[in-house]
């Protein structure tokens, strides 16, 4: 285990134990990219609120762990836990926000169940071929391949993440990085048309 990650493991003991000052020290490392796990997700005006409603769900389950309810599988990697927090306020959000009445992380897309908010993201980032590929994805598949690759987590890390076996987590990349494949050719060919 890294030290960043030992030392953030123990800060989350202390926060567990009632230390306002490990809680603020957790918050401040690890507020970046909780905001960049946000940004591709919901529209700018919502990360603020998304962020907060992370940090609240991880009080509430600070308040259970300092009463003696601990999680079936005990904490190894802080950035997997808060991630796999934030995953789930994500499908929250669009549970509640979405069009649609039945959300399914593992089939819906962004663009099915919100397309202003891609739209918005598109044009306010100037998203790449990628990024748009990307959000193609299941929502699941995309969470899953930005913290693979953008956040380079370990496939135990991710295992925690999903509440899954390293395994599938490991064939879901696998799958979804076959899908990013096949619509960034799709992408190139469009490109090559219109460019005639």
Same mark, same amino acid.
């Given at each position: 285990?890294?030290?960043?990650?030992?030392?953030?493991?123990? /800060?989350?003991?202390?926060? &567990?134990?009632?230390?306002?000052?490990?809680?603020?020290? /957790?918050? *401040?490392? &690890?507020?970046?990219?909780?905001? +960049?796990?946000?940004? @591709?997700?919901? #529209?700018?005006?919502?990360?603020?609120? /998304?962020?907060?409603?992370?940090?609240?769900?991880?009080? *509430?389950?600070?308040?259970?762990?300092?009463?003696?309810?601990? #999680?079936?599988?005990?904490?190894?990697?802080?950035?997997?836990? $808060?991630?796999?927090?934030?995953? &789930?306020?994500?499908?929250?959000?669009? +549970?509640?926000?979405?069009?649609?009445?039945?959300?399914?992380?593992?089939?819906?897309?962004?663009?099915? $169940?919100?397309? @202003?908010?891609?739209?918005? /993201?598109?044009?306010? +980032?100037? %998203?790449?071929?990628?990024?748009?590929?990307?959000?193609?994805? #299941? %929502?699941?598949?995309q969470l899953l391949c930005e913290a693979f690759y953008v956040e380079e987590f370990t496939? #135990?890390?991710?295992?925690?993440?999903?509440?899954?076996?390293?395994?599938?987590?490991?064939?879901? %990349?696998? *799958?979804?990085?076959?899908?990013?494949?096949?619509?960034?050719?799709?992408?190139? $060919? +469009?490109?090559?048309?219109? @460019?005639?």
């Amino acid at each position: 285990m890294a030290e960043g990650e030992q030392d953030d493991l123990e /800060l989350l003991k202390a926060w &567990h134990t009632g230390s306002t000052t490990a809680g603020n020290t /957790l918050y *401040r490392r &690890h507020e970046a990219p909780l905001r +960049r796990f946000f940004v @591709s997700k919901a #529209p700018p005006q919502d990360t603020d609120e /998304l962020v907060q409603q992370t940090w609240m769900a991880m009080t *509430r389950n600070q308040k259970k762990a300092a009463s003696g309810t601990t #999680p079936a599988n005990p904490i190894q990697s802080v950035r997997a836990y $808060i991630l796999g927090v934030a995953r &789930h306020v994500v499908f929250a959000y669009y +549970r509640k926000t979405g069009q649609k009445t039945e959300f399914d992380p593992e089939v819906d897309s962004l663009a099915t $169940i919100a397309p @202003s908010v891609s739209q918005q /993201l598109s044009l306010r +980032r100037n %998203i790449k071929r990628l990024e748009l590929a990307m959000q193609t994805l #299941p %929502i699941d598949s995309q969470l899953l391949c930005e913290a693979f690759y953008v956040e380079e987590f370990t496939g #135990p890390e991710l295992a925690e993440m999903f509440n899954l076996p390293e395994g599938t987590v490991r064939s879901r %990349i696998k *799958r979804a990085k076959e899908k990013i494949d096949e619509l960034m050719a799709r992408f190139e $060919i +469009r490109m090559g048309k219109a @460019s005639m």
